[in-house]
């Protein structure tokens, strides 16, 4: 399958998470590589994605998984070696899939050789490429992100008698955007990858690239100017490429981010994904209705990108205080789950491993407007190891098979990179690839299905979206549309049986074709259109004049 041609493919794609270094190891030597993932590509396919967004491949100390960078033209040796990843770039074209990479603007790692330099002496040509302060009363307005772990935003350089800032671990500085060279480099870097033929940056962190005194240093003027600039190049040199940011900010502050559709195509929609979790406990439409109400309009080539889980924790920031409490209550009973301001679990315990949440979840995230992200093992219902540190145990080893390693690699077990999931439920043996692929009712079975019925429409992409406020509010019904062609999605949130009663007038004389099965559903008269519907269930409609 070629890929398609189409500039703004973003839109109709379904992407797939994943890091090299836990998906499958080739060479046995216990970690996971470029050339394990190129094996997996055909599961990819049959899976149904049409990209793969990479977590950090880069040589890096790996202090932080990868997101702290010693070498930004190079690829990590356990994975493999640059060509490698040419040909796993290839490859994944070939099958239609294309190729989303990390970018870590904000910061290097602190054995990067440019802050190596830049510590050396205060007067190394590099020093200004990092941002130096002789006190650490600086910036007092802006908050510290890994609370378990960081107490102030700036930390000693005993080399140079200095601070330096960081907004992320301390190992972490931040570079100073307000050199012209740092900008300038950093293109560059973007390019490197770009001219290899990478179709996407996911760019992290990107809220926090200039600070200035007296803000809370996120979301600056400055740092649009710069996002905007790389936009910029991007679009004068390259085709059909894309900028996707991560910057976890309230629906008001998120919608700069795509400018007037000059500075990022996509933006992970952070506000939305907790306020799933929220309706599904409340059993109830609100926190979901109200958090897409006050999400603005973005521009025609934008979009949104969805996800349930990914390799942090499900953070609870852009919540409010008594939600937070709610989502800790109710998810995180057990402290050790906690971290940061978020909650370090999986999809599948998250929902008590009921598969009829997971289905609804599922359903949500594909039938929302927006792209959605599949969080590998998400699909087969993964579980997590909360004894593993940080946000370590939602990274733990994909489980192909219940053979040796979970067929994640033929290394012994002590030499692995990660251990695998071993408890009864969720353990390898228990869940894995080569189980599901068998049967047919499996979670792995119906996650291609459902991804086959949403890529059989454009409208779910590109759609609008108009909420039916039924006077059930433990129902949540919506209609897409795009053109011609309308859907409506009806999602019973709760754990009871329900009835709802829609009002579809507009669509008076139509049939309901109710999409996973092609099933006829009566005619729309004159009455409200009442349906029925199970614990959890959830039904996509065609509407369609005959
Ligand atoms: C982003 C990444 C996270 C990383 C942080 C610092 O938030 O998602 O994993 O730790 O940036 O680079
Ligand atoms: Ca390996």
Redesign the pocket.
């Known amino acids: 399958m070629p890929l398609s041609k189409d500039a703004l493919w973003y839109k109709d794609a379904i992407i797939y998470q994943v890091h090299v270094r836990t998906f499958h190891d080739s060479n046995g030597d216990g970690i996971g590589d470029f050339q394990g993932l190129e094996k997996k590509l055909d599961y990819l396919q049959e899976l149904g994605i049409s990209a793969i967004w990479l977590?950090?491949f880069f040589p890096s100390p790996l202090r932080?998984?990868g997101?702290?960078i010693a070498d930004y033209n190079g690829v990590h040796s356990s994975y493999g070696t640059l060509e490698d990843f040419r040909k796993l770039l290839e490859a994944a074209h070939e099958r239609g899939i294309r190729v989303i990479i990390?970018m870590?603007l904000?910061?290097t790692s602190d054995q990067h050789p440019w802050f190596q330099e830049a510590r050396s002496s205060r007067e190394n040509p590099r020093r200004d490429w990092y941002v130096w302060s002789d006190t650490d009363a600086r910036y007092k307005g802006a908050r510290i992100?890994?609370l378990d772990t960081e107490t102030s935003n700036w930390a000693w350089d005993p080399i140079s008698k200095s601070f330096y800032w960081h907004?992320?671990?301390s190992h972490?500085p931040d570079l100073n955007y307000d050199n012209p060279a740092v900008r300038e480099q950093m293109w560059n870097v973007m390019k490197f990858w770009l001219d290899m033929g990478v179709d996407a940056f996911r760019l992290?962190?990107v809220p926090y690239l200039v600070e200035r005194e007296d803000t809370n240093c996120e979301n600056l003027p400055e740092t649009h100017n710069i996002l905007k600039e790389l936009r910029r190049k991007l679009d004068e040199q390259f085709t059909g490429r894309m900028l996707l940011a991560?910057a976890?900010q309230w629906p008001a502050d998120l919608r700069p981010y795509f400018g007037e559709g000059d500075e990022f195509h996509m933006a992970f929609h952070f506000p939305l994904m907790p306020r799933m979790f929220m309706g599904l406990k409340l059993e109830d439409r609100k926190p979901i209705t109200e958090i897409l109400q006050q999400t603005p309009e973005i521009p025609p080539s934008c979009q949104w990108s969805l996800f349930l889980r990914?390799?942090?924790e499900l953070t609870l920031e852009m919540v409010t205080d008594m939600e937070r409490d709610y989502m800790y209550d109710m998810y995180a009973e057990n402290k050790t789950m906690r971290l940061n301001l978020g909650i370090r679990r999986r999809l599948a315990p998250l929902l008590n491993n009921d598969r009829r949440r997971v289905e609804l979840m599922n359903g949500m995230l594909m039938s929302l407007p927006g792209t959605p992200i599949i969080y590998y093992g998400d699909e087969i219902g993964m579980g997590d190891n909360i004894s593993l540190g940080d946000?370590n145990g939602v990274r733990t080893p994909m489980q192909w098979s219940g053979g040796k390693n979970g067929g994640f690699s033929g290394a012994e077990a002590e030499r692995l990179c990660a251990p695998l999931i071993q408890d009864p439920v969720y353990g390898y043996p228990a869940v894995n690839v080569l189980a599901q692929r068998e049967s047919e009712h499996s979670l792995l079975r119906w996650m291609q299905r459902i991804v086959t019925v949403r890529r059989s429409t454009g409208v779910f992409g590109r759609g609008s979206i108009e909420f039916l406020h039924a006077a059930n509010h433990r129902i949540l019904a919506y209609l897409r549309r795009l053109g011609k062609e309308a859907v409506l999605v009806v999602n019973n949130l709760s754990n009871s049986a329900q009835a709802v009663e829609l009002d579809l007038q507009r669509y008076k004389g139509n049939i309901l074709i109710e999409m996973f099965g092609n099933n006829i559903f009566p005619r729309v008269g004159e009455l409200p259109y009442l349906l029925t519907m199970g614990p959890y269930q959830f039904y996509w409609f065609r509407l369609r004049r005959v």
Do not use: G
């Open positions: 977590m950090p932080d998984d997101y702290d990390e870590v904000n910061h992100i890994f907004r992320f671990f972490q992290d962190a991560e976890n990914n390799h942090d946000r």
